[in-house]
Antibody, heavy 119, light 110 residues
Framework: QVQLVQSGAEVKKPGASVKVSCKAS????????IHWVRQAPGQGLEWVGI????????FYAQKFQGRVTMTRDTSTSTVYMEVSSLASEDTAVYYC????????????WGQGTLVTVSS | QSALTQPASVSGSPGQSITISCTGT?????????VSWYQQHPGQAPKVMIY???NRPSGVTNRFSGSKSGNTASLTISGLQAEDEADYYC??????????FGTGTKVTVV
C-alpha cells in the first residue's frame, strides 16, 4: 500500500534550520511529484512547494523562496525539505503529499511533522 | 500569492445541502480547471474529495460535488451527515506554476 512516512517532531531555536524527511513506499517513487504543505496551529493549509518527478524542476511559493530547499534521494525513495532562518511563525505541522504528474491534486499524504520554533 | 477566499464557517442540519464557495482571481481559479477540495478532520491529514473542479476520486461518496463559475469554485455537500463535520479547503493551480489553498471553511452539522 502507498505510504509516505515522515520524520519525527523537532524543536528548534529561532535562527536555526530544520530538515524534514518524507519516505515513500508502495509505489514507483520517481513517477510522482512530492508537495510540501504546512499548517500552523489552529490555522489553514499553506502550500510550500513541489519537487517534480523529473527531479530537475522545483517550485516554491514566493514567500518561501530562498529559505526552503527541497532535495531527493532516489536510492532511499526519500524527499527532504529544509527550512532555514526559522522564526516562531514557522511553528507548524509540515506535510508531504503525492501527486501523479498532470493530476493537479494530492492523493496520499504523510502523517505530518510538527516543527516547533521556540527560544 | 494570496490565499483563496472561503467563508469561515457553514452549518446545516442532517439531510440538508450546503455549499462552500472559493473565490480566487483570473490567475488561478478563473484561469484553470485545476481546483481541488480537501476534507480535514481534527488531528488528521487532509483527504481529497474533488479534483479538476467537479471530479470525484474513487471511493468518495457522490454526496460531494463541485462546480465553477468565473473566479469562484464551489463545493456542495448534499444529504449532510454527522461525519461530514470537518474543515474544508479548496486548492488551485496558478499562473506562476505554483498552488494556493483557500482560507478554509469549518462545516458544522447542527
Amino acid at each position: 500500500q502507498v505510504q509516505l512516512v515522515q520524520s519525527g517532531a523537532e524543536v528548534k531555536k529561532p535562527g536555526a534550520s530544520v530538515k524534514v524527511s518524507c519516505k515513500a513506499s508502495g509505489y514507483t517513487f520517481s513517477n510522482y511529484h512530492i508537495h510540501w504543505v504546512r499548517q500552523a496551529p489552529g490555522q489553514g493549509l499553506e502550500w510550500v512547494g513541489i519537487f517534480k518527478a523529473s527531479g530537475d524542476v522545483i517550485f516554491y511559493a514566493q514567500k518561501f523562496q530562498g529559505r526552503v530547499t527541497m532535495t531527493r534521494d532516489t536510492s532511499t525513495s526519500t524527499v527532504y525539505m529544509e527550512v532555514s532562518s526559522l522564526a516562531s511563525e514557522d511553528t507548524a505541522v509540515y506535510y508531504c503529499a503525492r501527486e501523479l504528474p498532470d493530476a493537479y491534486y494530492l492523493d496520499y499524504w504523510g502523517q505530518g511533522t510538527l516543527v516547533t520554533v521556540s527560544s | 500569492q494570496s490565499a483563496l477566499t472561503q467563508p469561515a464557517s457553514v452549518s446545516g442540519s442532517p439531510g440538508q445541502s450546503i455549499t462552500i464557495s472559493c473565490t480566487g482571481t483570473s490567475s488561478d481559479v478563473g484561469r484553470y480547471n485545476r481546483v481541488s477540495w480537501y476534507q480535514q478532520h481534527p488531528g488528521q491529514a487532509p483527504k481529497v474529495m474533488i479534483y479538476d473542479v467537479s471530479n470525484r476520486p474513487s471511493g468518495v461518496t457522490n454526496r460531494f460535488s463541485g462546480s465553477k463559475s468565473g473566479n469562484t469554485a464551489s463545493l456542495t455537500i448534499s444529504g449532510l451527515q454527522a461525519e461530514d463535520e470537518a474543515d474544508y479547503y479548496c486548492k488551485s493551480y496558478t499562473s506562476s506554476y505554483t498552488y494556493v489553498f483557500g482560507t478554509g471553511t469549518k462545516v458544522t452539522v447542527v
